[in-house]
Nanobody, 124 residues
């Protein structure tokens, strides 16, 4: 069974940083496009960032561009989300996703594998 396991969430003050990790259980996922989505309390899940398997092409939501960086280590089958200058509005459950097919990388329906999520809380 394919599993994506997120880690690295927690409580951080505004202006602080966190690094999320997502480890995949299957070697086949190394060539999948990987992404991070997030869901704030009372809101729908939204796209945050995505990276193609080669690592050279990335996509970001306007709300995180310039503050978040997505990267991947295919040898470790892991994708990362470095989050800097965090704001209270970044408070959400962050989900890792993987897609084997091409499509709109910002749409949830493109991704067939999902993790359980990790909580990020930005508060003073």
């Amino acid at each position: 069974q394919v599993r994506l396991v997120e880690s690295g969430g927690g409580l951080v003050q505004p202006g602080g940083s966190l690094r999320l990790s997502c480890a995949a259980s299957e070697r086949a996922l190394r060539t999948h496009t990987k992404a991070w989505f997030r869901q704030a309390p009372g809101k729908e899940r939204e796209f945050a960032a995505a990276i193609q398997w080669g690592g050279g092409i990335t996509y970001y939501a306007d709300s995180v561009k310039g503050r978040f960086t997505i990267s991947r280590d295919n040898a470790k089958n892991t994708v990362y989300l470095q989050m800097n200058n965090l704001e209270p509005e970044d408070t959400a459950v962050y989900y890792c996703a993987a897609a084997s097919r091409s499509g709109d990388m910002k749409r949830e329906s493109t991704y067939e594998h999902w993790g359980q999520g990790t909580q990020v809380t930005v508060s003073s």
